[in-house]
């Protein structure tokens, strides 16, 4: 069964970092995109960043821009969000999911591009 799994999600304070993992089980993740999303309680859900399969090119949302760092660990299997400078606004369910899609350029790939999505990991920012 293919599925991803986030963790590293949990409460910090203000100014404080956290860093998020997206596991794989059941298929790699070398040949696969990787983006993070969140939502916020009633909000809908945004993107944050993506990788590419190669992890050569990453992108990021203006609101995380500076702040977080994508990156992947093919050993592991794993892609990570470093999320460092947080502010109570980044409070919300995290989401990592797979896709073969790629767009060159700037823009975040879509949410309707994703194939595989995890369950979420929840992170609280306050003091």
């Known amino acids: 069964q293919l599925q991803l799994v986030e963790s590293g999600g949990g409460l910090v304070q203000p100014g404080g970092s956290l860093r998020l993992s997206c596991a794989a089980s059941g298929f790699t993740l070398d040949y696969y995109a990787i983006g993070w999303f969140r939502q916020a309680p009633g909000k809908e859900r945004e993107g944050v960043s993506c990788i590419s399969s190669s992890g050569s090119s990453t992108k990021y949302a203006d609101s995380v821009k500076g702040r977080f760092t994508i990156s992947r660990d093919y050993t592991k299997n794993t892609v990570y969000l470093q999320m460092n400078s947080l502010k109570p606004e980044d409070t919300a369910v995290y989401y990592c999911?797979?896709?073969?899609?790629?767009?060159?350029?700037?823009?975040?790939?879509?949410?309707?591009?994703?194939?595989?999505w995890g369950q979420g990991t929840q992170v609280t920012v306050s003091s």
């Open positions: 999911a797979a896709t073969n899609f790629w767009i060159i350029g700037g823009l975040l790939i879509p949410e309707s591009r994703y194939d595989y």
